[in-house]
C-alpha cells in the first residue's frame, strides 16, 4: 500500500508535463499559411520595390536612366555630386536639409513639450469636458490643411513672418498637436496610478510628478509622437511652398521640386536627393521600432 502511494506523486507528474507542453504550443499560435505568407511577400515586395529603384536609379548616369536595365552600368556617383557638391546646386541642396532639420526638430520638440502637458491633463487629472475637447482635438486632427492656407498666408503677411522658419513650425505644431495629444494621452492613461500616488504621498507637485515619475514610463510613447510628428513635418510640401519661397527657407520636399528647368528633368538629382532625405526617417524607425510599435499598441487598447 506504501508502494502504490508512493507512485502517484510521480505519476501527476508526469502526467502535467504534456499538458505544460500543450499550452506552450497553444502559446505560440497556429503556424502562418501559404496565403498568409504569400500576402506577406506580396506587402513587402510592394514596399521595397519602388525604393530599391529609386535607389538604384541614383548610381545611374543620365543616359542609364529610364532604360529597362535593373542595375546601373556603370555605376556612377555623378548625381550626388550635381546634388550636393557641384553644377551651382550643392550649397542649396544642404541648406534645404538644414532648413527640414530646423523646422521638423523645432516642431517636434515644441509639440511633445506641449502634448504632454495636455496628454497628463486630459488623461489623469479631474476635469470637466474631456469628451468634448477630445472630439475637437480630432476634428481638428484631420482637418484638411488646404482649407486654411489662404487665411494663414495672408496673417503670416499681415505680420511679417514669410520666408521664415516660424512660418512652417507654428502651423506644424497646431495641425500635429491634436495626434500627438490623442497618443500621449491614451498612452499615460496605461500607466498604474499607484506610482503617481506615491510621488504625491511624498509632496511633489503634479509637474514634479510627471517629470520624475511618469515620464521615464512613458518614452515609448514620446518616441511614437516624436517620430510621427517629425515624419510629417519633414514631408510636408503644401505650407512649405505657399510661405516660403526663398532658398534661404526652403525646405527639402520644396527643394527637391525646383530642380531642373523648363525643358530639362534631371531625374539623376531628383532620386539622388531623395535618396538622401530618406536616411533621418529610415534611421528613426529602424532605431526605435520597438517603442514606435509599443506606444501605438497601448494607445489602441486604451481608451
Known sequence: MATVTANRPSTSVASSVPATRRRRRRGRGAPIGPAMWVAVVVVVLFVLLPIAWMLLSSFKGPASIGTTSILPHPWTTSNYVSAFGGNGSGDTSGRYILNSVIVAVSTTALV??????AGYGLGRMPMRGKLPLMMVLLMISVFPAIAVIAPLFLIM???GWLNSYQA????????????AIWI??????????????TGRIDGASPLRTLWSIIL???????????IFTFTACWTEFLMALSFNS??????????ISQFGG????????????????????AVLV????KSVVSGLTSGAVKG
Open 286 to 289: 529602424l532605431v526605435f521600432r
Open 216 to 226: 521615464p514610463q512613458a518614452l515609448p510613447g514620446l518616441f511614437t509622437a516624436g
Open 157 to 159: 503677411k499681415s505680420i
Open 184 to 197: 500621449l494621452r491614451n498612452y499615460l492613461m496605461g500607466i498604474p496610478k499607484e506610482m503617481e500616488e
Open 168 to 179: 512652417l513650425i507654428l502651423p506644424y505644431t497646431a495641425f500635429n498637436l491634436p495626434f
Open 262 to 281: 523648363q525643358y530639362s528633368v534631371p531625374y539623376g538629382m531628383y532620386f539622388a536627393t531623395s535618396c538622401v532625405a530618406a536616411i533621418p526617417i
Open 246 to 255: 526663398d532658398n534661404n527657407f526652403r525646405t527639402i520636399p520644396v527643394g
Open 112 to 117: 511633445l513639450v506641449l502634448g504632454t502637458l
